[in-house]
């Protein structure tokens, strides 16, 4: 219980502060749309900047960390997958829409926030090395298999790389990874007035986008398709994370920080990207939005039980 009211509580009241005053209309679509702007765009790409610019690359970029997530990742994107097309007959787009919520979980805006209040800040490191890949390496699957689809297997060209490569290279949040990287690789100094202002952006990044995922969430009303919603909240919330602490604890062996990073980092509900992936290519979209809203909600039980199993 303790768990539950110091940890979990205080990151989901903010995101609830954020609904209800959406919800309300005491804050407008409008205003929760810059918000988010300026938390995903700016406010977030400067905390993960920060972060990969600082991380020691040699000790947390760990392979039996990577494999024990990304493995647990890529299962839950099969399990999605399969179940859309054996369990409820949905058409090959559809499928890979469920497979890309089986296995994109909000690794950021909820899996940074309560896994620093569970265990501390110094605790992030292994969050980090697993972000730094996580949007680029599932956007990059997602819409090759997406594309792929479409064309009916004859797509798969230089027009396809370049799009991929555009959708990945122009993202906010890659831009700040990928200069955390060339900072931190090439030793760069960082002026001090510079670094005071991106830390002070820093603090208001997770603040910010917790309120404004809560003002997002309001659109995303469950509608019908309640058996489907269910079973990629489960694989999202249950299989990924249950897969990743087997693989870490018994199978890569990782240390007691690598497993906490890694297991919180897979037991969180589908992030707001699963959605703008399914309407992109209009897929799944009622399945995704709705998988992010009930996962979210469901996810303050899930993760409470997850810190209770966690050493």
């Known amino acids: 219980m303790t768990a539950l009211i110091d940890v979990i509580l205080p990151v989901f009241l903010v995101l609830g502060f954020g609904y209800a005053a959406a919800w309300r209309g005491l804050f407008s679509e409008s205003a929760v749309d810059g918000l988010m702007r300026f938390a995903t765009n700016f406010a977030v790409p400067c905390l993960l900047f920060t972060a990969i610019s600082r991380i020691e690359l040699s000790a947390d970029f760990s392979l039996p960390l990577m494999?024990?997530?990304y493995i647990g990742a890529f299962s839950g994107f099969a399990v999605a997958f399969l179940g859309a097309?054996?369990?409820f007959?949905?058409?090959?787009?559809?499928?890979?829409?469920f497979g890309f919520a089986g296995f994109f979980s909000n690794s950021l805006l909820l899996g940074l926030p309560i896994t620093e209040r569970a265990y501390g800040p110094?605790?992030?490191s292994g969050n980090y090395a697993i972000i730094s890949i996580h949007a680029p390496m599932l956007y990059a699957f997602g819409i090759i298999l997406m594309e792929t689809a479409r064309s009916r297997g004859s797509g798969f060209g230089l027009a396809l790389i370049l799009r991929v490569l555009k959708s990945i290279f122009t993202n906010p949040l890659v831009i700040g990874i990928v200069l955390g990287f060339v900072v931190n690789i090439g030793k760069i100094p960082m002026p001090g007035p510079l670094t005071a202002a991106i830390d002070m952006m820093v603090r208001a990044a997770l603040p910010a986008a917790l309120f404004g995922l809560g003002g997002v969430l309001v659109r995303y009303r469950p509608e019908g398709d309640i058996r489907a919603?269910?079973?990629v909240a489960a694989v999202s919330?249950?299989?990924?994370?249950?897969l990743t602490y087997l693989l870490g604890r018994y199978t890569f062996s990782l240390d007691q920080a690598q497993l906490r990073s890694a297991v919180m980092t897979a037991a969180m509900a589908p992030g707001v990207n699963t959605y703008l992936f399914a309407n992109m290519y209009h897929a799944a979209k009622r399945v995704a939005a709705s998988a992010v809203l009930i996962g979210t909600a469901t996810s303050i039980v899930t993760i409470w039980l997850w810190l209770a199993i966690l050493p």
Do not use: N, Q, Y
């Open 122 to 124: 110094d605790a992030l």
């Open 89 to 97: 007959d949905r058409h090959i787009e559809d499928c890979i829409s």
């Open 237 to 242: 919330l249950i299989l990924h994370p249950g």
């Open 67 to 69: 494999f024990s997530f």
């Open 229 to 231: 919603i269910a079973f």
């Open 85 to 87: 097309k054996v369990l």
